[in-house]
């Protein structure tokens, strides 16, 4: 998911130890835009995560990826919204096709450097109907041993 909206605060860095190794938290709010603005907190973390929320100034207009996270704790619930990216916000361009993480958590690869952007996807159109799809006659195959 994404959302766009003006970066108003930082929140601040929580640390600690596990079983894993080190760990850092930190967050951040955003202002959305529009006749009814709403302010949203988001969750960072690792150190690359959060330091990629400390480096855009106070102010700016930002886009923000990010995935909603619910968990039960003594009968109640709580959701995070963890932010896997954050970066400045240009309408009308494209984020950028490398960057930010993959579904496993590692970094995604860079994109060479001068390679020709990729062509978009061909679909085919969709095979046309009849006009009384249910009156169509049903085409009885004797290929197959499946039951219908």
Do not use: C
Not at 67 to 74: A, D, I, L, T, V
Not at 78 to 85: F, G, Q
Not at 89 to 103: C, D, K, R, T
């Amino acid at each position: 998911m994404e959302i766009t909206g003006k970066l108003i605060q930082l929140l601040p860095d929580v640390s600690g130890e596990s079983a894993r190794g080190p760990w850092v938290k930190g967050g951040f709010v955003i202002e959305t835009e529009g006749d009814y603005p709403r302010k949203v907190a988001f969750v960072t973390f690792g150190e690359e995560r959060v330091a990629m929320a400390k480096s855009i100034p106070l102010g700016t207009l930002v886009q923000v990826n990010f995935n909603p996270e619910s968990r039960e704790f003594n009968e109640r619930w709580y959701t995070d919204l963890r932010a896997s990216r954050i970066q400045p916000f240009v309408p009308g361009q494209m984020p950028p096709a490398a960057g930010g993480y993959n579904w496993a958590g590692a970094p995604a690869p860079a994109a060479a450097q001068g390679a020709a952007p990729a062509a978009p996807a061909q679909q085919a159109a969709p095979a046309a109907q009849p006009a009384n799809f249910a009156a169509a006659p049903q085409m009885a195959s004797t290929d197959d041993d499946l039951p219908f």
